[in-house]
């Protein structure tokens, strides 16, 4: 397995794990007269968790294959690496349409802002498993 | 794939060249490499000369288009 591709599965695992939880639990604790404080507090822990996260499985990784941490994408995984920001940019286009219509009906600005921040990690989840998927096939 | 290729063979007739070296010496990575080899990804025309010297051939030594 390549550095990148390996790079990609932490995306994916740091992401899913870490925006996984910050859903879960601001689902599970969600109170409207605390909420700003609620989804802040619980975001700069779910950021702090997956830098620390992505930081440390990075170092793994570049351990384990020091050569091509250090090399630059070559042609291929430039190639890669646009295919899934084209497909990530429709992802998060999607659902940024999709939240505006859901603040001109009136939705509570504050869950549509938590709502933003999911469109934000699908669009990053979307981008790495659409690495993952070309990696393995080889393409 | 229309495009086919002698990689291979070519490694095999340079000492058995290993997709590692023949990817080092062309700044690949080794799965680029695989990818080529396998017809699976069509490299840009300075990756298919780049093969092309380091095998010492021309490039349609190595790579050949096929009508399918």
């Given at each position: 397995m390549s550095f990148r591709e390996k790079s990609a599965w932490i995306a994916l695992t740091s992401y899913g794990l870490v925006f996984g939880a910050y859903f879960i639990l601001l689902a599970?604790?969600?109170d409207e007269r605390?909420?700003?404080g609620l989804s802040i507090g619980l975001m700069v822990a779910a950021v702090v968790a997956l830098i620390a996260i992505a930081a440390a499985l990075t170092i793994l990784a570049a351990i384990t294959s020091p050569k091509e941490a250090n090399a630059p994408a070559d042609e291929r995984e430039q190639?890669?690496?646009l295919k899934a920001e084209r497909l990530s940019s429709y992802a998060l286009s999607t659902c940024v349409?999709?939240?505006i219509g859901a603040l001109l009906i009136g939705w509570n600005g504050l869950l549509v802002a938590n709502l933003l921040l999911a469109?934000?990690?699908i669009a990053e989840l979307v981008k790495a498993l659409a690495q993952i998927i070309a990696y393995r096939r080889g393409a | 794939m229309a495009i086919a290729n002698e990689i291979r063979r070519l490694r095999f007739e340079a000492g058995e060249m290993t997709q590692a070296a023949?990817?080092?010496r062309i700044g690949m990575t080794r799965?680029?490499?695989i990818a080529i080899e396998q017809g699976k990804y069509a490299p840009s025309l300075e990756a298919a000369f780049k093969i092309a010297d380091a095998f010492g051939v021309t490039i349609t030594d190595v790579f050949r288009w096929t009508k399918d």
């Open positions: 599970w604790s969600w605390y909420g700003l190639l890669i690496d349409v999709l939240l469109s934000m990690v | 023949l990817a080092e799965q680029t490499v």
